[in-house]
């Protein structure tokens, strides 16, 4: 009994700290009460205060930072629907953000045999490879990497024309409209992936790697988009039918 009794008061606790949070008393990054003065808040022992801070953290409204405290994680930058399919520049913008593109890298090649298996395409396809930034006012929220085949473009194709959102060149450029994503969804730990001034700082990702396909299900691009965590948060819609 005395085990129940301490949930519900670890309960009363996150509900409490939930609510705080939501109403703005402790803002993003800010720092919580210590363990000390939590259990004197509450009337209850260090180790229901830790179970509440730690049914927080997993629900991603806390950080623990070993001997510096538990701190307020900012909300995500921007908010976009797995099942829907669309630009990131367009998600940027619905989330009331300037999108932003920062070009790496404009290379043409052949792809990899990995790249021909996964794209279903000949191993001498050529394509454009591009590497990208993506910010939402200036705050970088992802980092993509994207192959184009070659053959969508016209003769004499310059890459350094490519510049901003893909899906808007393919469009307003070439005439072409993604309708299709197939995607797989993947966690993923690294510090080889981001690049530039905040890289040292991105090191947890959420990986959509997808195949865009238009309305005759032509492939028009694969790509391999690192969402830095907590910047960018996805929702899914899920039915029994």
Not at 54 to 80: I, N, S, Y
């Amino acid at each position: 009994m005395a085990k129940q009794a301490g949930r519900r008061l670890a309960d009363d606790i996150v509900m409490t700290l939930k609510k705080e949070v939501a109403d703005g008393h402790y803002p993003a990054g800010s720092r919580l009460p210590t363990e000390a003065a939590l259990c004197e808040r509450f009337g209850v022992s260090r180790a229901t205060v830790r179970s509440a801070l730690k049914e927080l953290h997993v629900l991603g409204l806390v950080r623990t930072q070993q001997g510096a405290g538990t701190f307020v994680t900012p909300r995500p930058t921007v908010h976009d629907g797995l099942e829907r399919m669309g630009s990131i520049t367009d998600s940027i913008r619905s989330s009331g953000k300037e999108p932003g593109h920062e070009y790496g890298r404009r290379t043409l090649r052949q792809v990899l045999p990995d790249e021909a298996e996964r794209m279903e395409a000949p191993t001498d396809t050529e394509v454009i490879e591009l590497r990208r930034r993506i910010t939402a006012d200036g705050d970088v929220v992802a980092y993509s990497y994207d192959l184009i085949p070659l053959s969508l473009f016209p003769p004499r194709f310059d890459p350094d024309e490519l510049s901003g959102s893909i899906f808007a060149y393919f469009e307003n450029a070439l005439g072409l409209r993604p309708t299709l994503g197939l995607a797989k969804v993947h966690a993923v730990t690294s510090s080889h992936i981001a690049w530039g001034p905040d890289a040292a700082k991105h090191r947890l990702f959420i990986l959509l790697d997808q195949l865009h396909y238009d309305q005759t299900h032509r492939l028009l691009a694969y790509s391999k988009t690192y969402f830095v965590e907590g910047a960018y948060e996805f929702e899914l819609v899920r039915t029994s039918k």
